[in-house]
T-cell receptor, first 109, second 116 residues
Framework: GQNIDQPTEMTATEGAIVQINCTYQTSGFNGLFWYQQHAGEAPTFLSYNVLDGLEEKGRFSSFLSRSKGYSYLLLKELQMKDSASYLCAVQDSWGKLQFGAGTQVVVTP | GAVVSQHPSWVICKSGTSVKIECRSLDFQATTMFWYRQFPKQSLMLMATSNEGSKATYEQGVEKDKFLINHASLTLSTLTVTSAHPEDSSFYIC????????????FGPGTRLTVT
């Protein structure tokens, strides 16, 4: 099975940087995804890491260390619209996604 | 590209009735579709994996006779919640993977089911 842990909630001010950590233990690994989900909506894709290192995409960056079972999502220059739940998901060898419980990010003025 | 739709977006039904939710890939062919359920303030839980032309594979703890999945074509999968009960009230989301074996899953907008 798989166990995926991420913090429940984080609060930051507009313009700041927030880092959301995700640790995982898996029986098979075929990449790690980060999604953003606003309340009542489906998740939207943010990033995908399958090799170790940092992937940067605009204000969002994601890092993966497979040996440590660790990833983080970095959100820079926070905007109010970034207030949402951020989901870490690990894909197994069969292509199935196992989601973490999600981290609710609250951006304050 | 890679748009997935769901219908209906929300539905209210009475206990004991059945509800069908459709998931369509609009601009690509999806050999594999996934069905998830999400309770309030919780994460997505995979219910089943649906492959075109074959029986769905259900996750442990998901009743296959209650949640009927049909993947009749490369662009359509349906989830039927049979004999619905209030505890089945949830947000049901489907996702689809392209025929090319793309690693990314494309999510539908979700269906809010309320059973009264």
């Amino acid at each position: 099975g798989q166990n995926i842990d991420q913090p429940t909630e984080m609060t930051a001010t507009e313009g700041a940087i927030v880092q959301i950590n995700c640790t995982y233990q898996t029986s098979g690994f075929n990449g790690l995804f980060w999604y953003q989900q606003h309340a009542g909506e489906a998740p939207t894709f943010l990033s995908y890491n399958v090799l170790d290192g940092l992937e940067e995409k605009g204000r969002f960056s994601s890092f993966l260390s497979r040996s440590k079972g660790y990833s983080y999502l970095l959100l820079k220059e926070l905007q109010m619209k970034d207030s949402a739940s951020y989901l870490c998901a690990v894909q197994d060898s069969w292509g199935k996604l196992q989601f973490g419980a999600g981290t609710q990010v609250v951006v304050t003025p | 590209g890679a748009v997935v739709s769901q219908h209906p977006s929300w539905v209210i039904c009475k206990s004991g009735t059945s509800v069908k939710i459709e998931c369509r890939s609009l601009d690509f062919q999806a050999t594999t579709m996934f069905w998830y359920r999400q309770f309030p303030k919780q994460s997505l839980m995979l219910m089943a994996t649906s492959n075109e032309g074959s029986k769905a594979t259900y996750e442990q703890g998901v009743e296959k006779d209650k949640f009927l999945i049909n993947h009749a074509s490369l662009t359509l999968s349906t989830l039927t919640v049979t004999s619905a009960h209030p505890e089945d009230s949830s947000f049901y989301i489907c996702s689809a993977r392209t025929e090319t074996g793309d690693t990314e899953q494309y999510f539908g907008p979700g269906t809010r089911l309320t059973v009264t």
